[in-house]
């Protein structure tokens, strides 16, 4: 199965042009795309686009993903956003997505009951910010449950598998998926990758509930999976390309680990290394079979102060949000740092403030501007 894959892709890999095809957008190879020139720099403008809480009520955004193609209740160029909290400000409860126009008007894509379904989803729903849109309008969300947002009843929890009409038709769960917490893809036509990481491997063990106690097993698996147009999606591979990632269980945040991650155009992926507060590089991922640990350090520290979500611009710089203050920071993938932009200035720590505040976000089309949540808000913004 591996080799007749692997021809697939590499035959879907020509078809493209030799150029990555991330999230159904064909980008440009690195030798032709990498500038010197910030991509944020550009940019001054900070904008709410709407307000993120459907009517039952849930908070904390956490996953965007950009629509590219209309089909069913996607329209293209509107945005979606996954909720990770409840009404009462659970963490690990939220159930719902919403999905916004870029005009601001906010609709209900998808309102997600654990009772109803059609696969395990070990403890339930609480989507996270692993969420994006493949080929065929198949909206994939990641869920880590939670009993009223204690930490220490995290659960293993799944990838749901929407259709683009809003309902859950399958879960992927196994297979070493364990706190699915962020994920970007690639399509090639009818098979997809998804690459996952996850952060509950060991923090809920039996013997390591405690709070704070940082164990290094976090993982990022590969995903294949098809993309019919009709029928469901099928898995039909899972390797873990990475590992060896710090994570802990938090009062706050719920759990801290590898979260972020984004696809280069030389199949280069990026991973925001939240706790070691750097951004790692793991080598040909679309392909490889083996773990490449944590890979190799782009960069740590400087702008960097516990990197979240995680997205690459056109021109294949890095862009990454802080969980410690509401920065964005731009790198190149040499390691170049560029000035970080302020994001949310709200709240403490002292100026510039925002922490906790952001956590996903996606490029506009045609590279008009950078959509991001607010969590402080419970806002979706733009900066442009």
Known sequence: MRVIYRVTLAAAASVAGSAIVAAGVAIA???????????????????IVASTPPGNGDLNPYGVAVVRHSLGRLHKGDILV????????????????????????????????????PGA????????????????????????????????????????????????VETFHGHGINGPWDMTAVNFGGVAELFVTNVLNGTVAANSKQLDTQVDKGTVLRLVVTTPDYGLPRLLTVTQIGSGFPEELDANALVIGPTGVGLGADGTLYVADTL???????????????DDGTGRTVTAGG???????LAIAPNGDILTVNSGDGNLVETTPAG????????????????????????????APHGAGVYYVDDNTNTLDLLS
């Open 29 to 47: 190879p690195v030798a032709q795309a990498q500038s010197q020139a910030s991509f944020v720099g550009g940019f001054s403008s900070h904008s």
């Open 82 to 117: 996954s909720n990770f909290n409840n009404s009462q400000n659970q963490q690990g409860t939220g159930t719902t997505i919403v999905e916004i126009s870029p005009d601001g008007h906010q609709s209900l894509f998808a309102q997600i009951n654990a009772a109803d379904l």
């Open 121 to 168: 989803c070990p403890g339930g729903v609480g989507l996270t910010t692993a969420l994006d849109i493949l080929h065929g309008g198949w909206v994939v969300v990641g869920s880590l449950p939670t009993n009223a947002g204690d930490p220490r009843s995290s659960q293993a929890g799944c990838l749901l598998v929407l259709n683009s009409r809003g309902q859950v």
């Open 276 to 290: 070691n507060n750097r951004i790692t590089a793991i080598r040909d991922a679309v392909f490889r079979f083996t």
């Open 303 to 309: 702008g960097l102060n516990g990197p979240l979500g």
């Open 336 to 363: 170049f740092q560029f000035t970080p932009v302020n994001l949310d200035s709200t709240g403490s720590p002292p100026p510039p403030g925002g922490a906790g505040a952001l956590f996903g976000l996606a490029v």
